[in-house]
Nanobody, 123 residues
Framework: QVQLVESGGGLVQAGDSLRFSCAAS????????VGWFRQASGREREFVAA????????FYTPSVRGRFTISRDNSKNALYLQMNSLKPGDTAVYYC????????????????WGQGTQVTVSS
């Protein structure tokens, strides 16, 4: 089992930057693709970004490409999401996740989830 704990959420203004961290325990993340999803109030959980085990391949939903950067540090068993140029539409609870079976953009394909961290972007 893998336990994931996110940190870094908060209230920011449009245009600000924020960095999420996700610390893993229980098992190393080295072999897993890991990623981030978000869920806005009243909406389904939405894929944001993913990075493969090597860190060489990254994937983004179009609305965040060029603004968000996913990264990982296998030596620290952690993953990160750097979010720049935040918009009110980025307001959501953000979840880190690990080990997709396929279709990385579908929430029900991932095995492990953190508890989520809230980001609110004011205009």
């Amino acid at each position: 089992q893998v336990q994931l704990v996110e940190s870094g959420g908060g209230l920011v203004q449009a245009g600000d930057s924020l960095r999420f961290s996700c610390a893993a325990s229980g098992r190393t993340l080295d072999d897993y693709t890991v990623g981030w999803f978000r869920q806005a109030s009243g909406r389904e959980r939405e894929f944001v970004a993913a990075i493969d085990w090597s860190g060489e391949n990254t994937f983004y939903t179009p609305s965040v490409r060029g603004r968000f950067t996913i990264s990982r540090d296998n030596s620290k068993n952690a993953l990160y999401l750097q979010m720049n140029s935040l918009k009110p539409g980025d307001t959501a609870v953000y979840y880190c996740t690990a080990n997709p079976n396929d279709d990385i953009d579908k929430a029900d394909r991932w095995d492990y989830w953190g508890q989520g961290t809230q980001v609110t972007v004011s205009s």
